[in-house]
């Protein structure tokens, strides 16, 4: 029993459990059976603490959120698909620049002459305190008199000094008048065309076709980045992007020539007025 008191006092007694009392007919023998059972007690009691289970979870689990964020990564870096031959954007570029090239050619196609449209596109600010305009036309109704005068009837009164504001501050030189019997009505004299209206009005046509030129040739560009980033990112076969290419400038240049011909012709309409 001195051998294994000896042994309590060296590791500790939380490491042995009590052992029974081992009885040998040789000391030997028994100190060798009671170092053995020490030896399994210790070796249960270093299990018992043991936290492999929870450590493989947590690897685990990180493993799963890493390979979560890497499909992430891979779906983000993927190159886009799309087919090079929908030129759909150039289409619609074309289609609004023709659009407004017209309504703004149809306010000068008199040559000086004035159309009413020109009064009522006019945009209107009703309060200094919000930069928000109303378009003229939805507040008042404009009528014309004659070839030398326009009425604009406002539909409430506290609009008219804001219409009169608009009217002024616009370039097409007019001058409205308070009507003194209806104090909902302004009368808006019209000069006659002259040489230099005409010629006024044809530097302004040309601008607004500038202009549609100008916004055929931005959307062109959009479509033809498009075509450099999938041949760059070879998402399309080289073929396919060279015939969409070709496409997309022929496209281009018609509508680049609807728009110069439309000019042409309301350019006529004005001298000859």
């Not at 979870?57 to 992430?72: I, M």
């Not at 087919?83 to 609004?96: A, N």
Request: proline share 5%.
């Amino acid at each position: 029993m001195r051998a294994t008191t000896t042994l309590s006092q060296v590791f500790g007694a939380r490491c042995f459990p009590p052992i029974a009392p081992i009885v040998s007919s040789s000391p030997l023998t028994g100190l060798h059976r009671l170092s053995a059972q020490h030896k399994v007690a210790g070796v249960l009691e270093y299990r018992n603490f043991s936290n492999s289970a929870a450590l493989h979870k947590k690897k685990d689990k990180l493993r799963s959120s890493s390979s979560a964020v890497a499909d992430d990564r891979a779906l983000k870096d993927s190159p886009s698909s799309g087919d090079p031959y929908d030129l759909s954007q150039l289409h619609d570029g074309i289609s609004t620049a023709l659009s407004s090239l017209k309504d703004d050619l149809s306010k000068f196609r008199g040559g000086g002459r004035f159309d009413i449209n020109a009064i009522e596109s006019l945009r209107v600010q009703l309060s200094k305190a919000t930069k928000e305009t109303l378009r003229l036309g939805d507040l008042a109704q404009v009528i014309p008199k004659g070839g030398r005068m326009v009425t604009v009837l406002a539909a409430e009164e506290d609009h008219v000094k804001s219409i009169i504001s608009a009217i002024i501050s616009s370039n097409l030189s007019l001058t409205p008048q308070a009507d003194p019997h209806n104090a909902l009505q302004l009368n808006v004299p019209i000069p006659p065309p002259t040489k230099e209206s005409r010629e006024q009005a044809v530097t302004m046509a040309k601008k607004a076709m500038e202009k549609a030129v100008t916004a055929v040739r931005d959307s062109r560009g959009v479509v033809h980045k498009r075509l450099q980033d999938m041949q760059k990112k070879k998402t399309a076969r080289p073929d396919d992007v060279r015939k969409a290419q070709e496409q997309m400038e022929k496209l281009s240049e018609k509508g680049q020539k609807d728009v110069k011909e439309l000019f042409e012709t309301a350019k006529k309409a004005m001298e000859r007025a």
